[in-house]
């Protein structure tokens, strides 16, 4: 039965002056009766949600636009006007990314064309058409200012999303690049001339002999015989191809309305191994420069159950490359997944933990994806099964919808809190480089690249340290000055410019961590020499003596070195390479066998470097070695880094489950404590603050936490049973 919620008291207004913290779910309100919208957005109000994502695929263009003189608004009108009755937002989707059929009849040649020449035919997964297309490009621009137009004045409308994931097409099963299409083809020539002016450059840097722009076509992959130079400028045209399309819809859309925000969302990077973002062409930084808001599209079971320090680093990767915009939860997992045999129902306890998680991160805006199932389950994926609603089959409240309004509630009531907190400064980054990306997407190490960072990622999470993410350009501009530790993760690729820049940060001050084939090569593909390139020989005090290939190999530690307080004596592995190193005034912290030099540090002006020969944060992903994580510790100290959050758990070995973080204003902070293990945890928890607080409240009872106030310093108890969140509200 179509439950309908009960008036309740204690509902949050959207009117007070409390700062507005988008709250809601995705609604595709097409498939169900205008009874069933009065009474889904009646209950979506009454639960606390007080926004909904509609029209970024379903009741998109290919719903408004029927036939090419023709715009049908009706079904989308009526149900933003029952928004405004229950004071619900609203945030348009400009669905772009899902033409109407007819494009297809009036422009044959306007789908997306693979590497191998096949066209990309797809009436349901989008993307469906190639914006480099012109007469797709002149119907999408006809269709964007309709819809804007239509809604910018109507008073429901709270902000834009830009079409959806814009990003090429991928299908399960296929690893196909795209698009290789004669208007692509145009257009990456076009590109090739602005960046380099002159033919003669191009065949210089590539080692090419074309006589003409118009001889050059897109290159294959390094590992398929394709050349390196070329498949790096491939891709990123690529990338800035999808971005420049966001950005001009952007431009246009706020040419017509600068009243509302734009926010476009995006796939987690690498997120599931199946989907690599070189294919798809997201580049985050790049997409975030034209938006007010960037949105992750975060489902922490998919197909597999992630590590949550997976679903951790994505908010923090993203969070990263919006620069100080918003970062927004755009679509977050509300119901079962897509998948037959691997189909997973989140209970409660899922959605709690997940929608904390976010929140910890720092988002500005929460959309589960979504209210209810769809009567036809997943039709973009052709699957018919229920798929990813909050809410039961029959549109009635289930136990994960209630639990959702209840945070909502919290949200509500903290919007101030929530609008305006940020994560603490961050001490330490972790270097993400998209030619590096690229490049080892290319040559069939993509998996082994993000391996790597994301076993780092995990090191510094379950040592509940505050990160960022930095990318080569960002650190040439000056972006390492706030941080003490650097870490470069496979960072194969580096140009001679920011190999200056880590030179100069560590110098200063300053500590970094590089492994195995550090620099190996510029950003065009060249080799540099000695290894590590870019002058980072001289900073690590050591270059290559000799390197071989290995799944994995051990390093035993130096049993003297006062810089490994954690991980002095132990065995520590590495995966990918046993790189012999030829230390030059540095201190051997590890050794391979036969006493050769596996990991150095050196003092360089007033920091560290410290360089390992083998890949450390690829290994501690797939062979979880638990020393890596004390190294990473030992990293922490010698740099200095601030330990802001300490947590002690009891059982003890809950600590890698155990996700910690926290929010700060100038006058508050909020710790999350989110206990991802099965057994019940007690957990005392230090922060590291600077502030005085006084207070501490358990913000999801009311009631008083008992707090052990220092200088600086906040301690307190906290006990949370499995897979439950304990949410702590420090005051002065």
Not at 170 to 183: A, D, F, I, S
Not at 400 to 412: P, T
Not at 427 to 432: E, M, N, P, S
Not at 457 to 483: C, M
Request: net charge negative.
């Amino acid at each position: 039965m179509h439950q309908k919620v009960s008036a309740q008291v204690g509902v949050p207004d959207m009117e007070s002056s409390r700062s507005f913290f988008p709250f809601g779910a995705s609604y595709y309100g097409e498939a169900f009766t205008k009874n069933e919208w009065e009474t889904d957005l009646s209950n979506m109000r009454e639960l606390g949600f007080n926004v909904f994502r509609i029209a970024e695929l379903y009741l998109g263009w290919e719903w408004l636009q029927p036939k090419p003189d023709l715009f049908h608004f009706d079904e989308l009108d009526e149900i933003v006007r029952i928004a405004n009755r229950n004071s619900l937002k609203v945030i348009l989707g400009i669905g772009t990314c899902s033409p109407p059929p007819w494009i297809f009849a009036k422009y044959p040649d306007v789908r997306y064309v693979a590497d191998d020449g096949t066209v990309h035919r797809s009436s349901g997964v989008w993307p469906t058409a190639c914006h480099n297309h012109p007469g797709f490009m002149a119907e999408a621009e006809r269709f964007v200012k309709e819809i804007v137009t239509h809604y910018r004045d109507d008073p429901a409308l709270y902000a834009w999303q830009l079409d959806n994931e814009r990003r090429y097409p991928r299908r399960t099963g296929e690893e196909k690049l795209y698009c290789y299409c004669h208007n692509t083809i145009l257009a990456f020539q076009d590109w090739l001339k602005r960046k380099y002016s002159s033919l003669d450059l191009v065949n210089r840097l590539w080692r090419t002999r074309y006589s003409s722009w118009d001889e050059i076509e897109p290159a294959v992959r390094p590992i398929e015989g394709g050349n390196v130079p070329a498949w790096i400028d491939w891709r990123i045209f690529s990338d800035e191809n999808i971005s420049d399309f966001v950005r001009w819809e952007a431009g246009l859309v706020k040419s017509l309305d600068s009243k509302h925000l734009l926010m476009t969302n995006m796939v987690p990077m690498e997120y599931e191994p199946a989907i690599c973002h070189v294919i798809l062409g997201e580049d985050y930084w790049k997409l975030g420069e034209s938006v007010d808001a960037l949105g992750l599209d975060i489902y922490p079971r998919w197909k597999v159950s992630f590590h949550p320090s997976v679903v951790s680093e994505a908010f923090d990767l993203a969070r990263s490359s919006a620069r100080g915009k918003q970062l927004w939860a755009a679509e977050l997992q509300g119901g079962p997944t897509n998948a037959w045999f691997n189909l997973y129902t989140p209970s409660a306890s899922d959605v709690r933990r997940w929608t904390w998680s976010a929140l910890a991160s720092g988002i500005k805006g929460a959309i589960y994806y979504h209210w209810r199932f769809h009567p036809v389950g997943a039709p973009w994926y052709n699957m018919q099964i229920p798929f990813q609603g909050l809410c039961n089959p029959d549109g009635s409240l289930s136990e994960r919808v209630l639990a959702a309004g209840e945070i909502a509630k919290v949200v509500s009531e903290y919007g101030d809190f929530f609008s305006s907190s940020s994560p603490p400064t961050a001490d330490v980054a972790i270097l993400y480089s998209r030619t590096t990306h690229i490049s080892a997407y290319g040559e069939g190490v993509v998996d082994a690249y993000f391996d790597s960072i994301k076993g780092t990622y995990r090191a510094l999470w379950q040592n509940h340290v505050s990160v960022d993410f930095l990318t080569p350009k960002e650190l040439v501009e000056g972006g390492l000055e706030k941080f003490r530790l650097l870490l470069m993760p496979f960072s194969y690729t580096l140009n001679d410019m920011a190999g200056v820049k880590v030179g100069e940060f560590v110098q200063k001050g300053g500590t970094v961590f590089a492994d195995a084939r550090c620099a190996l090569t510029d950003d065009h593909g060249w080799l540099h020499y000695p290894i590590p390139g870019a002058g980072l020989s001289e900073v690590f005090g050591a270059s290559e003596r000799s390197v071989a290939s290995t799944p994995n190999v051990e390093m035993k530690m130096s049993s003297a070195s006062p810089h490994l307080a954690q991980s002095q004596g132990k065995v520590m592995v590495g995966a990918g390479f046993k790189e012999v190193l030829e230390p030059q005034g540095s201190e051997v912290l590890g050794e391979f066998d036969w006493n050769e030099p596996a990991i150095v540090l050196n003092r360089y002006g007033l920091g560290h470097a410290v360089l390992a020969g083998s890949y450390l944060g690829l290994a501690y992903m797939r062979y979880e070695n638990p020393i890596f994580r004390l190294f990473v510790r030992d990293l922490l100290s010698i740099s200095g880094a601030e330990e802001r959050l300490k947590v002690e758990t009891v059982p003890g070995d809950l600590d890698d489950w155990i996700e910690a973080k926290a929010l700060e204003t100038s006058d508050s902070a909020m710790i999350f404590l989110i206990n991802h293990s099965d057994q019940l945890a007690n957990i005392d928890l230090t922060f590291k603050s600077g502030k005085s607080f006084k207070k501490a409240l358990n913000v999801l009872n009311k009631e008083e936490v008992a707090l052990e106030p220092d200088e600086g310093f906040s301690r307190f108890r906290r006990k949370i049973e499995a897979g439950e969140c304990a949410i702590t509200l420090l005051r002065r």
